[in-house]
């Protein structure tokens, strides 16, 4: 897989041949449509929408028939934070994106325990959740302090015009490979809970666990893409300056 950000195309590429990552970075409702037919637009958003149908075996004019209908749809650019110059873009992922993890990671690693321990006798692969968890969750929280104490105060200062002697390249590529990791670890556990579809007995600590885990992919995934596609470009853009 290829840990490098977002690469934007030349105007006036048509959408087939331009990347799922940018098509999400203008139109961010967009990201519905991809996730309907499950095409990764965050650590994978690099892959043009051809790359990307290809590799789903899904025919692209389904996709693009349905992207289009959804560029139709006029959308307040104010509720697109891709549109956020970079200074409040790092503002904007910290207190949404960070906060949403700080506060639902250690929620939900309680619960796969709970859940770990009551159905693992008979469902071992609830087992196989918690341990996934528990080792995401701790990646993540390390990734975020390194964000926030060593690249996010770099793009700031940059962003400031002040002098910074951090060179962008390496922590960009060490958060980039961590975003791959995080991706890796919930497409796994997506596959272990059958799309976090909770059996017909399960108990409301199981189902509550499941739809949690559902919310958390979808915040990570718009988490990631924020990064990749647009933060991390703009700053690496800047530092060329």
């Known amino acids: 897989m ?12 048509p959408l087939i041949d331009r990347s799922v990552g940018e098509i999400v970075a203008e139109s961010p409702s967009l990201a519905r449509v991809f996730q309907s037919f499950k095409i990764d637009f965050c650590c ?89 968890f528990v080792a995401m969750a701790e990646e993540l929280s390390g990734h975020l302090q390194k964000e926030e104490q060593i690249l996010f105060p770099a793009i700031v200062a940059m962003t400031e015009g002040k002098a910074h002697a951090l060179p962008l390249e390496g922590p960009i590529a060490c958060m980039l490979q961590e975003h791959d990791d995080a991706g890796d670890a919930i497409s796994r556990l997506r596959e272990l809970t059958h799309g976090f579809t909770p059996p017909p007995e399960a108990c409301n600590t199981y189902r509550a666990l499941f739809a949690g885990l559902a919310e958390l992919e979808d915040d990570l995934h718009r988490h990631i893409h924020l990064e990749n596609s647009v933060l991390f470009p703009s700053a690496l853009k800047m530092a060329e300056q």
Do not use: W
């Open 2 to 13: 290829s840990h490098s950000p977002t690469v934007f195309s030349p105007a006036g590429t």
């Open 44 to 132: 994978q958003g690099n892959r043009t929408l051809r790359e990307a149908c290809v590799l789903k075996g899904i025919a692209a004019e389904a996709v693009l028939e349905q992207l289009e209908a959804g560029m139709r749809i006029k959308t307040d650019p104010a509720e697109n934070p891709a549109m956020l110059p970079p200074l409040e873009l790092v503002e904007h992922i910290v207190s949404t994106h960070h906060a949403y993890l700080r506060s639902e990671l250690p929620r939900l690693q309680a619960m796969t325990q709970r859940v770990a321990q009551v159905h693992g006798g008979h469902t071992p692969s609830l087992v196989e959740v918690h341990e996934i």
